[in-house]
C-alpha cells in the first residue's frame, strides 16, 4: 500500500536538498513549494477528521468542507510570511506561485498513486487544471492580502474576503469536474481562463516586473 506521506518524503526530499545550495528568491521559492505540499497533507487530514465527525459523503465533502479548509491551510504560510516576515507584494505573490505549486504536485502525485485506470488525456487535463486552480487560488489570496494592506485594512474581514475568494472559486471548480460532460469541461477550462484574465492584469499593471 502506498501512503501519502511516502510520497511526500520522496517528492520533498530532493526539495529539501536544494535549500542548500540555492539563496534569495531561488531558495524563498523552493521552500514556499515544500510549504505547499506540507500543508496539502495536513488539509487531508483535517478535512478527513471532520468528514468522519460529520459523516457527510464524499461529494459534499469535496464541495463543502475541502475547498475551506484547503484554502484557510494556504493561508496560513502567507499571513507568516506577512506579518512575521513583512514581505512585499512581489515576494508575497512569490510565495503564493510556490505553495499552490507545492500542493498540487503533492495532490497530483497521490491522484496518481491510486490503482484506477484514466486515460492519458484525462490525466493531462486533470494535471493541468488542477495545478493551476491551486496556484490561482493562492494568487488570489495573495492578491487579497495585498490590496488589503495597500489600504491598511488588514483585519479580520480583510482576510476573511480573501479567504472567501479564493475558497468559493476552489469549491466551484470541485463542484463542476464533480460531474460529468459539459459542467466538467467548464470546471476544467475555468481556472485557465483565471489564470489567463490574472496574468493579463499583471503585465498591465506591471506587477511582475
Request: hydrophobic share 55%; charged share 10%.
Amino acid at each position: 500500500m502506498i501512503y501519502a506521506e511516502h510520497i511526500l518524503i520522496c517528492v520533498a526530499a530532493p526539495l529539501m536538498i536544494a535549500l542548500a545550495f540555492t539563496k534569495g528568491a531561488s531558495r524563498r521559492f523552493t521552500a514556499s513549494v515544500l510549504a505547499g505540499m506540507g500543508v496539502c497533507l495536513l488539509s487531508a487530514y483535517i478535512s478527513a477528521f471532520i468528514n468522519a465527525l460529520t459523516s457527510m459523503e464524499e461529494a459534499q465533502t469535496k464541495v463543502f468542507i475541502s475547498p475551506a479548509v484547503e484554502e484557510i491551510m494556504k493561508l496560513v504560510p502567507l499571513l507568516f510570511c506577512l506579518f512575521l516576515l513583512g514581505m512585499d507584494e512581489k515576494g508575497m505573490l512569490l510565495m503564493a506561485v510556490g505553495v499552490g505549486t507545492g500542493f498540487a504536485i503533492f495532490e497530483n502525485c497521490c491522484y496518481l498513486a491510486v490503482p484506477e485506470m484514466r486515460s492519458f488525456a484525462f490525466v493531462a487535463v486533470r494535471g493541468f487544471a488542477v495545478g493551476v486552480m491551486h496556484v490561482v487560488s493562492a494568487v488570489s489570496l495573495a492578491l487579497g492580502l495585498a490590496l488589503a494592506r495597500r489600504f491598511r485594512a488588514v483585519t479580520l474581514p480583510g482576510i476573511l474576503g480573501a479567504l472567501s475568494l479564493s475558497a468559493t472559486f476552489h469549491g466551484l471548480y470541485n463542484l463542476l469536474v464533480s460531474h460529468s460532460g459539459v459542467p466538467a469541461a467548464i470546471g476544467y477550462a475555468l481556472p485557465l481562463l483565471t489564470a489567463g484574465l490574472l496574468y493579463a492584469g499583471f503585465r498591465r499593471f506591471h506587477i511582475m516586473d
